[in-house]
């Protein structure tokens, strides 16, 4: 069997057969802390800096961001950024409780569906699960309110961010992963897909020139929900 | 396997250097992925850390490889995966085509992968009826074209704007015959439409690995576009093709090496789209594959275990080596006449399909070094390609005339009296042939090797020379 043979050449050539108990056990025990290395200086700043941070990468790899005082300015948010872009105000909306619950009444002229994206749909408004200073991404873990075609399918995605859950470094957010969630199938907690998002969809292959919009979306933006007091620009 | 044309390297290399449009394009491209991995790395102070980092974690993997696919395999049958272990290309395609009848597959959408052109999957599946389409830009066009990519992260480096619309026009047929394309967006624009209808349509959806990761049973996929995850999100099933040194132990390791890819290869600080995959859908999930299957492929990796050419198996396909090499800079990638060109190509292809017939890739260098102080992953790449020299000559392989050559310096350099000899004269001569320019445009008995190039005149005496004026000096 193949598994065997490879494994065999492996140990063939590494002169030594398969792992003994106690060596076994350290590499058991390195998974289980799963230990940091080294995280760049750039993102240990205080809470108002960090998300200072964020935003200037988003803005960097051509993302936008919008920051609201709460979450019940989030449909006004929404509206007035699909009015500048000329877009039709009709979105697919992540089946989230967070999002489900807000104030969307006040905007009448806004329709939505939440259910999972169709090719046809041209906006998305998704829920961010945490989010990186340190290159201004998003983490995007797939579970039944956060499905994965939101990410892709329409041309402009809108992504409901709480400033609260912004961290510095990409392994304070596995952190966020790894305490926040069980997985049903595994007991793990990665769930079958987590996107880490830097900004719209792009591609270098024509002459090596950069352009927008490739497959994803062309438009990336982002509404911050000022929800930490800690974070806050200071005045 | 793809058919491979590295003995003919010297042939291959003089059609590139008098093929203007690849000159054309090779001149366009070079200096922006130099300029834009320089920027990246200056802006963040600890990258030469950051290498050592991730040369020690690739270590660690490859000292406990055994241990560490287990573990993968392990969890991927956790969340509901199923891993295809394959020694061989042959096997890696039966694997793929079966899942894909299983499947009752028509079309499949592929993301990039090296592994893939390697394992020469496209022809595989149409002679059995399944259509491969491939979705990322650049694999797009040279798909179109059946051609093979000539750089590993940016297969359409070869080809310039004018070629793209031709090709374009010549396939789109249902399109209007006149259209205009002002912009490159405009060629991008035509793609995304077009791929479009065929993301939706497949029935498998192809990737590649840049990391498998054991603790978790994932596999990591790196791009900009977004096609990769269009490729894996929509079909029924999804395959991901990796090879046995892609695994890293956790998550906190392939963030490590995520700092250092894009770096490396784009310039880019990260890339817009990182994204794991860990077995099938959830239950309640609306979306996503419900078969999440991964072809290990080993394909001769596994003998570069303990040989002098396991340090190899650290790349991360980064690109950042034929980037900053002159030699590919010169010729392009398809003179390599294999799958991988460049420096790691150089390495790696006379390890995977003999020093028989790659004899000649690792002797195309000029050992400036320039690729092992870009790599990422700190890989001795010049030492390496000596290696290969090494074997070659042992296996007599070298050419006559390299060999008798060869024979005579080391005759002569054995001999220091007549070297130092030797090597006045040729300073001399040099320099009265140069009639006081810095170079020679073309030598007498070296024509093939000045067509290509000029001889620097020697601006001193020997070095020898020198030594002893330094020593009196003193």
Same mark, same amino acid.
């Given at each position: 069997?193949?598994?065997?043979?490879?494994?065999?050449?492996?140990?063939?050539?590494?002169?030594?057969?398969?792992?003994?108990?106690?060596?076994?056990?350290?590499?058991?025990?390195?998974?289980?802390?799963?230990?940091?290395?080294?995280?760049?200086?750039?993102?240990?700043?205080?809470?108002?800096? #960090?998300?200072?941070?964020?935003? +200037?990468?988003?803005?960097?790899?051509?993302?936008?961001?919008?920051?609201?005082?709460?979450?019940?300015?989030?449909?006004?948010?929404?509206?007035?950024?699909?009015?500048?872009?000329?877009?039709?105000?009709?979105?697919?909306?992540? %089946?989230? /409780?967070?999002?489900?619950?807000?104030?969307?009444?006040?905007?009448?002229?806004?329709?939505?569906?939440?259910?999972?994206? #169709?090719?046809?749909?041209?906006?998305?408004?998704? $829920?961010?699960?945490?989010?990186?200073?340190?290159?201004?991404?998003?983490?995007?873990?797939? /579970?039944? #309110?956060?499905?994965?075609?939101?990410?892709?399918?329409?041309?402009?995605?809108?992504?409901?961010? *709480?400033?609260?859950?912004?961290?510095?470094?990409?392994?304070?957010?596995?952190?966020?992963?790894?305490?926040?969630?069980? @997985?049903?199938?595994?007991?793990?907690?990665?769930?079958?897909?987590?996107?880490?998002?830097?900004?719209?969809?792009?591609?270098?292959?024509?002459?090596?020139?950069?352009?927008?919009?490739?497959?994803?979306?062309?438009?990336?933006?982002?509404?911050?929900?000022?929800?930490?007091?800690?974070?806050?620009?200071?005045? | 396997?793809? #058919?491979?044309?590295?003995?003919?390297?010297?042939?291959?290399?003089?059609?590139?250097?008098?093929?203007?449009?690849?000159?054309?394009?090779?001149?366009?491209?070079?200096?922006?992925?130099?300029?834009?991995?320089?920027?990246?790395?200056?802006?963040?102070?600890?990258?030469?850390?950051?290498?050592?980092?991730?040369? /020690?974690? +690739?270590?660690?993997?490859?000292?406990?490889?055994?241990?560490?696919?287990?573990?993968?395999?392990?969890?991927?049958?956790?969340?509901?995966? +199923?891993?295809?272990?394959?020694?061989?290309? /042959?096997?890696?395609?039966?694997?793929?085509?079966?899942?894909?009848?299983?499947?009752?597959?028509?079309?499949?959408?592929?993301?990039?992968?090296?592994?893939?052109?390697?394992?020469?999957?496209?022809?595989?599946?149409?002679?059995?009826?399944?259509?491969?389409?491939?979705?990322?830009?650049?694999?797009?066009?040279?798909?179109?074209?059946?051609?093979?990519?000539? $750089?590993?992260?940016?297969?359409?480096?070869?080809?310039? *704007?004018?070629?793209?619309?031709?090709?374009?026009?010549?396939?789109?047929? @249902?399109?209007?015959?006149?259209?205009?394309?002002?912009?490159?967006?405009?060629?991008?624009?035509?793609?995304?439409?077009?791929?479009?209808?065929?993301?939706?349509?497949?029935?498998?959806?192809?990737?590649?690995?840049?990391?498998?990761?054991?603790?978790?049973?994932?596999?990591?996929?790196?791009?900009?576009?977004?096609?990769?995850?269009?490729?894996?999100?929509?079909?029924?099933?999804?395959?991901?093709?990796?090879?046995?040194?892609?695994?890293?132990?956790?998550?906190?390791?392939?963030?490590?090496?995520?700092?250092?890819?894009?770096?490396?290869?784009?310039?880019?600080?990260?890339?817009?789209?990182?994204?794991?995959?860990?077995?099938?859908?959830?239950?309640?999930?609306?979306?996503? %594959?419900?078969?999440?299957?991964?072809?290990?492929?080993?394909?001769?990796?596994?003998?570069?275990?303990?040989?002098?050419?396991?340090?190899?198996?650290?790349?991360?396909?980064?690109?950042?080596?034929?980037?900053?090499?002159?030699?590919?800079?010169?010729? !392009?990638?398809?003179?390599?006449?294999?799958?991988?060109?460049?420096?790691?190509?150089?390495?790696?292809?006379?390890?995977?399909?003999?020093?028989?017939?790659?004899?000649?890739?690792?002797?195309?260098?000029?050992?400036?070094? +320039?690729?092992?102080?870009?790599?990422?992953?700190?890989?001795?790449? %010049?030492?390496?390609?000596?290696?290969?020299?090494?074997?070659?000559?042992?296996?007599?392989?070298?050419?006559?005339?390299?060999?008798?050559?060869?024979?005579?310096?080391?005759?002569?350099?054995?001999?220091?009296?007549?070297?130092?000899?030797?090597?006045?004269?040729?300073?001399?001569?040099?320099?009265?042939?140069?009639?006081?320019?810095?170079?020679?445009?073309?030598?007498?008995?070296?024509?093939?090797?000045?067509?290509?190039?000029?001889? %620097?005149?020697?601006? !001193?005496?020997?070095?020898?020379?020198?030594?002893?004026?330094?020593?009196?000096?003193?």
């Amino acid at each position: 069997m193949s598994k065997e043979a490879i494994l065999g050449a492996i140990r063939r050539g590494l002169k030594r057969g398969p792992l003994p108990a106690d060596q076994r056990a350290m590499l058991e025990g390195r998974l289980a802390t799963h230990p940091r290395h080294l995280i760049p200086q750039r993102s240990r700043l205080p809470r108002p800096e #960090q998300v200072t941070l964020f935003v +200037k990468n988003v803005e960097k790899e051509f993302g936008t961001v919008a920051r609201v005082a709460s979450a019940a300015e989030v449909p006004g948010a929404v509206a007035d950024y699909l009015a500048q872009q000329n877009l039709a105000p009709r979105f697919v909306l992540a %089946p989230n /409780d967070e999002l489900t619950g807000l104030p969307w009444s006040e905007k009448p002229l806004l329709e939505f569906e939440a259910r999972r994206a #169709q090719p046809t749909d041209t906006v998305s408004v998704q $829920h961010g699960f945490a989010a990186i200073a340190e290159t201004g991404t998003l983490m995007l873990p797939s /579970d039944p #309110q956060r499905p994965t075609t939101l990410n892709l399918l329409a041309e402009t995605e809108i992504v409901v961010l *709480r400033a609260s859950r912004i961290v510095g470094a990409y392994e304070e957010a596995w952190d966020r992963l790894r305490a926040e969630r069980t @997985d049903p199938v595994t007991g793990g907690f990665m769930p079958r897909n987590v996107m880490l998002v830097t900004g719209p969809s792009r591609s270098a292959d024509i002459e090596q020139t950069l352009e927008l919009g490739a497959h994803g979306p062309r438009r990336l933006h982002i509404v911050l929900v000022d929800d930490d007091p800690a974070a806050l620009p200071e005045a | 396997m793809v #058919q491979i044309t590295s003995p003919a390297f010297k042939q291959n290399a003089a059609r590139a250097l008098a093929d203007a449009g690849l000159q054309k394009a090779l001149g366009k491209a070079k200096g922006a992925f130099l300029q834009r991995r320089a920027e990246a790395v200056a802006r963040l102070p600890e990258f030469e850390e950051l290498r050592n980092i991730g040369r /020690d974690i +690739k270590n660690h993997t490859l000292a406990n490889l055994d241990f560490y696919l287990e573990t993968f395999a392990a969890n991927v049958e956790r969340a509901g995966g +199923k891993v295809h272990w394959c020694s061989t290309a /042959d096997e890696a395609r039966a694997a793929v085509l079966e899942i894909c009848r299983q499947a009752g597959a028509k079309t499949v959408t592929k993301g990039k992968s090296m592994i893939s052109e390697e394992i020469a999957l496209n022809d595989h599946l149409e002679k059995n009826g399944v259509t491969p389409v491939e979705t990322d830009l650049g694999e797009y066009i040279i798909q179109l074209r059946k051609e093979h990519p000539s $750089h590993i992260i940016a297969p359409a480096f070869h080809l310039n *704007r004018e070629d793209w619309e031709a090709d374009f026009r010549r396939m789109h047929t @249902d399109l209007p015959a006149d259209r205009v394309f002002n912009e490159r967006r405009d060629i991008l624009a035509e793609a995304r439409t077009k791929l479009r209808q065929r993301f939706i349509a497949a029935d498998v959806g192809i990737t590649g690995a840049n990391f498998l990761i054991a603790e978790t049973g994932s596999s990591v996929i790196v791009t900009n576009e977004g096609n990769g995850d269009l490729t894996q999100t929509l079909p029924r099933v999804h395959i991901a093709l990796a090879s046995i040194e892609k695994v890293v132990p956790t998550l906190e390791d392939a963030t490590s090496l995520l700092r250092l890819l894009a770096r490396s290869a784009t310039g880019q600080d990260f890339s817009v789209y990182t994204t794991f995959s860990t077995g099938g859908r959830r239950p309640g999930d609306l979306d996503g %594959p419900e078969e999440y299957h991964v072809v290990l492929i080993d394909n001769g990796r596994s003998n570069m275990i303990g040989s002098e050419f396991q340090e190899m198996l650290r790349c991360i396909r980064c690109a950042a080596c034929m980037n900053h090499c002159p030699v590919y800079g010169a010729t !392009g990638g398809h003179a390599y006449g294999w799958v991988y060109p460049g420096p790691m190509g150089s390495v790696l292809t006379p390890a995977l399909v003999g020093v028989d017939k790659a004899g000649l890739l690792p002797n195309a260098s000029t050992f400036c070094g +320039k690729c092992e102080s870009v790599c990422p992953m700190k890989i001795p790449l %010049p030492n390496m390609m000596r290696h290969w020299r090494e074997r070659e000559f042992e296996r007599h392989l070298t050419p006559a005339t390299v060999r008798s050559n060869l024979a005579l310096w080391a005759w002569v350099a054995q001999r220091p009296g007549l070297y130092r000899f030797a090597t006045k004269m040729a300073v001399g001569t040099l320099r009265l042939l140069a009639q006081g320019k810095g170079a020679l445009r073309s030598m007498p008995f070296a024509g093939g090797w000045t067509q290509g190039r000029d001889l %620097p005149v020697p601006e !001193g005496g020997t070095f020898m020379d020198r030594y002893a004026k330094m020593q009196r000096g003193r």
